[in-house]
């Protein structure tokens, strides 16, 4: 949709007729009503131009709406007459460099290596005079989004790439072959059904949306005598003028809805200075203006907002646009958005009454660019979204999370020993296995396992079972055997805790941990909880941040029966070098996490440099920091073990000044407890023969008291969601893990505590057997299967004393600060 060459200010056909009225006549009350229509409906025509005549068919076949035209055109020919349109979108989609997707583009470069197919001359044609002139400056924004595809519809993309077009027939057949080569190895690729060959194609699509705007001088009070800036003088009947101007007679923070602007211009009979006076008493105000400042955070929001930002510079100039999707106000409708085909007509031109003013808005729903291109959704209750917050102390993580965050928890010069230590391990780490949306994924980032040397001799159990579940401890996907702790692994934790006097049995102590790094921003991983088969419920983990900083997002997962009631809020934590997060009992039971890939990171500067390793050059003992690109590697032991040992007590570290690469790396060591009681020989094994996997069902977790009352229902739920899904074997209706009662002091994140959460084991030889597996599944009974006490046992997580169980306790968060201060 959009307009070009050379323009004179003329407004939209379909409003034209609304502007011309005179005021204090019937015909302009009718008028007015149009022309309320014309904003209330959002978008009046919209002219979409496509080049690709396979697009065009895809667009056709998904769009069925009368006022959506579509032809053949480019950027510079769009065929649409000068003057037309309100609003530009311009949307180009682009495979989004990561990964595989990233070893596409270096096809069509072999073929055009000044990279013409990614030119983005078309900006040049918005970036004219004219433009400037009768257009605001152009808002971008980039959405990120997965086309799912198979490999025959990424070869036909790639082959469809401008460079790639015109190549004779047999260099086609190279380009196809290259494509499904870099499939193969698959990097970072992720699967949606890897059965079906169906995959996730990541896309950047970038729209770019340029809005009309209009530029009045506000020279009188009277708004009777404003001019355009860019020339044209408008008479101040035109009613866009007088919304312009009633908006700058009120306060920039109480702008109400355009609709309600309008109201209150008929009901003042075009008055301005009465309209406004009315507006300032109304009581509606406040919802408007709310609406209003809600930060834009989709395409919905942001083509939605922009009188806040006209007001604002009301006091000479006023900006504002005519756009028909420029500001929430004119996005109003019915509350029905499908009813938008019929009600596009004028209101009965007969009608002489005025439009009752109702005073509320209600009734009225904003209306998005979107809804023309979607098919009709039914009314939804509204239920508040909260934007995502960013917790950015420790006091904020413990008051919206079940997790601690804490600074500087190792010694710094350790901190730094086992950064570098970890980076030249990761050499030899790999892309793992994971579970994301019930989905197995391969991992954008490297990984590891490690067991601490003693860390097998649990409870007598056999080193060779231990190995095993040590192997399968990534969503049962077999992976190499577990590296032994490094000594600087050993140093950073040292202490058990929880039981501390070690009498019971019941201590806590890191004997494995699973070590993850992640390399620039392109590097993640999805959202998931922590597979719960050898650590059982409510586990304990505590995860140590090296290097570069990473956001660590947390999500909840609302339980099914509350869906309707509220919605999870996405948390954000920034993780700077040497923090600890610990993730305490429910997290993995309550929150999904993942490390999301980002648009940019910050380089870090490690504050040591390497230690230099006795025996070894310096030029040797310095490291890259990038694991990635061994090139620059000068040395890399692919072990752990290959580091020599030293004294934690007698680092000897060059002097800050010198030797210290700077690293976009983070490496993250996240240390869990493998508990006795689900020792690899306790755990159940499926048909398949393998060992089933442990996992809390998260949507079901049932409040307490409502459980009283629907207990019975939602086990019914359950039950045949699993048979559906699953398979055959079922399970009895055994209550997975009580939760405490009555506890004292809670935190936000804890008001919902209350749950009833069902564990299950699941048969996970599907990850191991081409998604094969026999589906069998049973709740887990704790008692039957002599398993616990876990900490959701005790009466809350704020227990003054250390009670004799596996976990940290927010008690032991002390000790282990205390630990940390007389570390060295
Ligand atoms: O890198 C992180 O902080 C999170 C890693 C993680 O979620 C995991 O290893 O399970
Ligand atoms: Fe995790």
Redesign the pocket.
């Known amino acids: 949709m959009k307009s070009k060459g050379a323009m004179t200010y003329e407004l939209h056909p379909q409003a034209r007729d609304g502007f011309k009225a005179q005021r204090h006549s019937e015909e302009y009350d009718r008028n007015i009503i149009r022309l309320k229509d014309r904003f209330r409906n959002g978008i009046v025509e919209l002219k979409a131009v496509e080049p690709s005549e396979g697009m065009r068919a895809v667009f056709s076949n998904a769009v069925k709406d009368a006022r959506v035209s579509l032809s053949e055109g480019t950027f510079d020919r769009t065929g649409v007459q000068n003057d037309w349109a309100d609003l530009i979108v311009i949307a180009t989609q682009g495979a989004k460099r990561v990964g595989w997707v990233t070893k596409l583009w270096d096809i069509p470069a072999q073929y055009d290596p000044l990279r013409l197919h990614q030119t983005e001359q078309w900006r040049g044609l918005y970036a004219s005079p004219l433009y400037e002139q009768y257009f605001q400056p152009s808002e971008e924004r980039v959405f990120s989004h997965d086309v799912p595809s198979t490999s025959q519809a990424v070869t036909g993309r790639v082959l469809s790439w401008s460079a790639i077009v015109p190549l004779e027939e047999q260099e086609k057949v190279k380009v196809k072959e290259n494509v499904l080569e870099i499939m193969n190895e698959g990097e970072g690729l992720e699967w949606i059904d890897q059965e079906k060959g169906l995959l996730k194609f990541p896309h950047d699509t970038l729209v770019v949306v340029i809005r009309r705007k209009i530029v009045v001088s506000r020279t009188a009070t009277d708004a009777s005598d404003f001019k355009l800036l860019a020339g044209t003088t408008m008479s101040n009947d035109d009613t866009e003028i007088l919304l312009v101007s009633l908006i700058s007679l009120l306060e920039p923070h109480n702008i109400p809805a355009q609709s309600e602007l309008l109201d209150a211009l008929v009901d003042c009979d075009g008055d301005v200075e009465a309209a406004a006076q009315r507006l300032r008493q109304s009581s509606t105000r406040s919802t408007a203006v709310k609406k209003r400042k809600r930060a834009a955070t989709d395409l919905k929001d942001w083509l939605t907002i922009s009188s806040a930002k006209t007001s604002d510079k009301r006091a000479k100039t006023i900006t504002s646009t005519s756009s028909i999707a420029s500001e929430s106000p004119n996005l109003t409708s019915s509350s029905k958005p499908h009813s938008l085909g019929p009600s596009l007509k004028p209101q009965s031109a007969g009608s002489s009454s005025r439009p009752r003013s109702t005073g509320s808005l209600s009734h009225v729903k904003p209306v998005d660019l979107m809804s023309v291109l979607r098919a009709p959704a039914p009314d939804q209750p509204t239920v508040v979204r909260n934007p995502p917050l960013t917790l950015s102390n420790p006091a904020m993580v413990a008051q919206h999370t079940p997790c601690t965050l804490h600074y500087s928890i190792l010694p710094p010069e350790l901190a730094c020993e086992l950064y570098y230590t970890m980076l030249d391990a990761a050499q030899g780490w790999s892309r793992n296995k994971w579970w994301l949306f019930d989905r197995i994924v391969v991992s954008p980032h490297l990984t590891s396992f490690f067991a601490r040397v003693d860390g097998f001799e649990l409870e007598g159990e056999p080193e060779e079972a231990w190995k095993e579940a040590a192997q399968l401890w990534y969503n049962g996907r077999k992976s190499d055997p577990p590296h032994p702790f490094p000594e600087e692994m050993e140093a950073a934790f040292p202490l058990e805790w929880g039981g501390s006097s070690g009498t019971d049995g019941m201590t806590w102590r890191a004997n494995v941990a ?1 070590a ?1 790094c ?1 390399q620039g921003t392109k590097e993640g ?1 999805g959202f ?1 909880s ?1 597979q719960l088969t050898n650590l059982g419920p409510y586990p304990t983990i505590a ?1 140590l ?1 090296l290097g570069t900083t990473r956001i ?1 997002r947390l999500r909840e997962v609302v339980p099914s029966i509350e869906a309707d009631k509220r919605h999870a809020r996405t948390y954000n934590v920034p ?1 700077p070098h040497n923090s600890l997060i610990i993730m305490h009992a429910s997290t993995q039971e309550r929150f999904k ?1 993942c ?1 999301p890939q980002l648009p940019a990171i910050d380089v870090f500067h490690p504050p040591f440099p390497r230690r230099r390793i006795p025996g070894m050059s310096l030029e040797k003992s310095q490291l890259t920091s990038s694991p990635a690109s061994p090139a620059s590697v000068s040395v890399v032991p692919s072990t752990p073990s290959n580091v020599k040992p030293h004294s934690r007590k007698k680092l000897i570290l060059d002097s800050p000044a010198e030797n210290t690469p700077s690293s976009n790396c983070r490496i ?1 060591i ?1 240390f869990r407890f493998y508990r006795p009681d689900f020792a690899a020989t306790k755990i159940p094994r499926c048909k398949c023969g393998v060992p089933c996997i442990l996992r809390p069902d998260m949507k079901h977790r049932v409040d307490r008291r409502e459980d009283d009352i629907k207990g019975t229902q939602i086990g019914e739920d359950i039950r045949n969601e699993n048979l559906k899904g699953k398979g055959k074997e079922g399970g009895t209706e055994e209550r997975g893990v009580p939760s405490s009662k009555n506890r004292n002091n809670r935190k936000d994140h804890e008001d919902r505590e209350e749950y009833h959460i069902k564990y299950w084991w699941t048969c996970y030889a599907g990850v191991q057997n081409d998604g094969k597996g026999c589906g069998m599944w049973k709740v887990m009974d704790v008692k039957a299967e002599g398993r616990g006490p876990f900490i959701s046992d005790l009466e809350g997580l704020h227990v003054l004393k250390l009670e004799p169980i596996y976990g940290l306790i927010f008690e032991d968060i002390k000790i282990l600060e205390r630990m940390q201060k007389s570390f060295l």
Do not use: E, G
Request: proline content about 0%; glycine content about 0%.
């Open positions: 699973a993850n992640y991983v998931h922590d995860s941040s660590f993780l996490h490390i993250n996240t």
